[in-house]
């Protein structure tokens, strides 16, 4: 059983296994990759806000609205450009 624990790189207590993250400080889990990828689940429209919130390990919404507000600022065509060459980059999962 003591094979399923890992420690945490930052506090040092143990972190069950399969956890990303550190449920003491929070931290990461060391070798828990992080692959970019769109997501089909809970996409609007090609998944890459989706993908983009997973591998920041932000909320899906918050990603999408801070995604928005950069393209309005920004002069909408750059945003929007952006946004069809990450769909088209960015594999799927």
């Known amino acids: 059983m003591a094979a399923n624990v890992l420690t945490c790189q930052r506090c040092q207590r143990e972190v ?3 956890a990303r993250f ?3 400080c929070g931290a990461r889990v060391a070798g828990a990759a992080r692959t970019l ?3 089909r689940e809970g996409e609007k429209l090609a998944g ?3 993908g983009l919130a ?3 390990d932000l909320d899906p919404t918050l990603m999408r609205v801070v995604f ?3 393209t309005f600022f920004t002069g909408i ?5 952006l946004y ?7 594999p799927t999962d």
Do not use: D
């Open 77 to 81: 065509l750059p945003g929007i450009v």
């Open 54 to 56: 997973e591998y920041f």
């Open 16 to 18: 069950p296994a399969g």
């Open 48 to 50: 890459v806000c989706a």
């Open 84 to 90: 069809v060459i990450l769909a088209l980059v960015i």
């Open 37 to 39: 990828r769109r997501r």
């Open 68 to 70: 928005l507000v950069a």
């Open 22 to 24: 550190c449920p003491v």
